[in-house]
């Protein structure tokens, strides 16, 4: 069934929206509970498809998995088959990659699994995440549809590894598989962002020591004893951020709860320096956003921009470039979005053009959006997560009606978005 949301724009947003739990966080810290027998309670998570996805795997392979409230979870990992995994659902998510390292810890060997889906954004090789495990010592078997991983349970760990790039889910796969091991381990060009220090401490919970998470050397000293654990998630930074974006591109007065502001730090100085009027409160939680109309910054003036560059954390998240597209399109002047990760994640920006946006593609990873520009409704597709809140976020800024088909792709990553945005004043559903 495909759904789509119908969306009438021209209403600003007011109120208030609560963050929830990192999506990104959430889905190698369920993987951790491989490593250990004993019972774990993972509490915050976002009710979202790729979390429901990472559940039914380890469901498939055995986990006794009951939920406790609305969005906590207790699992048990006492006896798990990693053949049982479903061939289909890892194909589905990219983040299936994140099993290879706590199956590879806890039986030395991961038989014949699916490559993850790649996606609309980007090829998204795993050839960082193999070429760590060879440096481990592993030997990798690559067939054209299946991939194998072979370490003997008891070979002693190098004492350094280097990454081939700051690659997010690459560190979380060796911090899941050297969280078991009982040697001392430094991981250089980790990656820095937020749900990579959110699964540092979780294993630290679970007893594997590590220091520098956060940061691009991470060393870490595992334990073959690790415990069960009881974690909240960490609030998602992308989703504060997005709603951040969202507030000033449509206009309005919004309040942002429960936002991890000491990860969304140099977002908010380049939206700030920009022009707008964002107020952090001093617990570093409470985000107040005013935008007296769409693009508008302090004192009703346009916000200039002028580059968005994207960057690994602590530089401006990838995966708030597409709203940041949108936002360009309300504020003076040409704003060049720059995304050097990923190849084939401007496209969203195309897709804007539909309601009118002028956007300039000068390579597959630089565009030019000039604003301001008045947006109408249009009929659009979502091809992945967060191009899919951003067309959401255009088709508020816009005037008429505008359709978005294949919202599952957005339903991925956001909890009840239509809900939250209908709460704050949108006239958006879901059809
Ligand atoms: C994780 O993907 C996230 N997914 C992605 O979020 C996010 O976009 C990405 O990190 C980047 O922040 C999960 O955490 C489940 P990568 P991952 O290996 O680990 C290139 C979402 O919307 N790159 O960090 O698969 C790299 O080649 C999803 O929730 C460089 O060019 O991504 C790849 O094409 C989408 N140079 C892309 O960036 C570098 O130094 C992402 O790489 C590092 C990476």
């Known amino acids: 069934m495909v759904n789509s949301?119908?969306?009438?724009?021209?209403?600003?947003?007011?109120?208030?929206?609560?963050?929830?739990?990192?999506?990104?966080?959430?889905?190698?810290?369920?993987?951790?509970?491989?490593?250990?027998?004993?019972?774990?309670?993972?509490?915050?998570?976002?009710?979202?498809?790729?979390?429901?996805?990472?559940?039914?795997?380890?469901?498939?392979m055995g986990s006794s998995i009951r939920w406790d409230g609305s969005h906590t979870v207790v699992i048990e990992n006492k006896d798990i088959r990693p053949a049982r995994l479903g061939k289909d659902t890892?194909?589905?998510?990219?983040?299936?990659?994140?099993?290879l390292g706590p199956l590879l810890a806890r039986f030395g060997r991961v038989e014949k699994m699916t490559y993850p889906g790649g996606?609309?954004?980007?090829?998204?090789?795993?050839?960082?995440?193999?070429a760590a495990f060879r440096d481990l010592g592993a030997k990798v078997t690559l067939g054209g549809k299946y991939f194998s991983v072979e370490i003997p349970p008891h070979r002693r760990m190098p004492p350094e590894v280097i990454l081939n790039e700051f690659s997010v889910t690459a560190t979380e796969n060796l911090l899941l598989f050297l969280a078991s091991k009982g040697s001392t381990t430094r991981i250089k060009i980790a990656a820095c962002e937020p749900h990579v220090r959110d699964l540092a401490k979780c294993l630290a919970k679970m007893g594997a020591r590590s220091r520098g998470?956060?940061?691009?050397?991470?060393?870490?000293?595992?334990?073959?004893?690790?415990?069960?654990?009881?974690?909240?998630?960490?609030?998602?930074?992308?989703?504060?951020?997005?709603?951040?974006?969202?507030?000033?591109?449509?206009?309005?007065?919004?309040?942002?709860?429960?936002?991890?502001?000491?990860?969304?730090?140099?977002?908010?100085?380049k939206l700030v320096s920009a022009g707008a009027d964002i107020r952090v409160h001093p617990n570093k939680k409470l985000v107040e956003v005013?935008?007296?109309?769409?693009?508008?910054?302090?004192?009703?003036?346009?916000?200039?921009?002028?580059?968005?560059?994207?960057?690994?954390?602590?530089?401006?998240?990838?995966?708030?470039?597409?709203?940041?597209?949108?936002?360009?399109?309300?504020?003076?002047g040409p704003t060049l979005i720059h995304e050097p990760l990923y190849e084939k994640r401007l496209e969203s920006l195309t897709e804007l053009t539909k309601m009118g946006a002028r956007v300039v593609v000068q390579d597959p990873h630089r565009a030019i959006v000039h604003g301001p520009t008045k947006l109408h409704g249009a009929r659009l597709t979502c091809y992945d997560l967060r191009s899919g809140a951003?067309?959401?976020?255009?088709?508020?800024?816009?005037?008429?009606?505008?359709?978005?088909?294949?919202?599952?792709?957005?339903?991925?990553?956001?909890?009840?978005?239509?809900?939250?945005?209908?709460?704050?004043?949108?006239?958006?559903?879901?059809?």
């Open 5 to 60: 949301f119908v969306i009438t724009g021209g209403k600003q947003l007011r109120g208030t929206v609560d963050v929830r739990g990192s999506k990104n966080a959430a889905l190698p810290i369920l993987a951790a509970t491989i490593l250990t027998k004993e019972i774990c309670r993972i509490s915050n998570l976002p009710l979202v498809l790729d979390v429901h996805r990472m559940l039914k795997m380890l469901e498939d």
């Open 90 to 99: 890892v194909k589905k998510m990219r983040a299936s990659i994140l099993l």
């Open 119 to 130: 996606c609309s954004i980007g090829a998204r090789p795993i050839d960082t995440h193999l």
């Open 213 to 269: 998470a956060g940061t691009s050397t991470i060393t870490i000293r595992g334990t073959d004893r690790l415990g069960g654990i009881s974690h909240r998630t960490t609030p998602d930074y992308i989703e504060a951020g997005t709603f951040i974006l969202a507030s000033l591109a449509v206009g309005g007065h919004v309040h942002i709860k429960d936002a991890p502001v000491v990860d969304l730090d140099f977002v908010i100085k």
């Open 290 to 332: 005013r935008a007296s109309f769409g693009g508008a910054g302090k004192g009703g003036r346009k916000l200039k921009i002028d580059k968005i560059q994207c960057l690994p954390h602590p530089g401006i998240p990838t995966d708030l470039q597409p709203a940041f597209g949108v936002l360009a399109t309300q504020v003076s």
């Open 390 to 431: 951003a067309l959401a976020i255009a088709g508020l800024a816009g005037k008429g009606k505008t359709i978005i088909t294949n919202i599952e792709h957005l339903e991925r990553g956001y909890e009840d978005l239509e809900g939250r945005l209908r709460a704050l004043g949108a006239d958006i559903k879901k059809i």
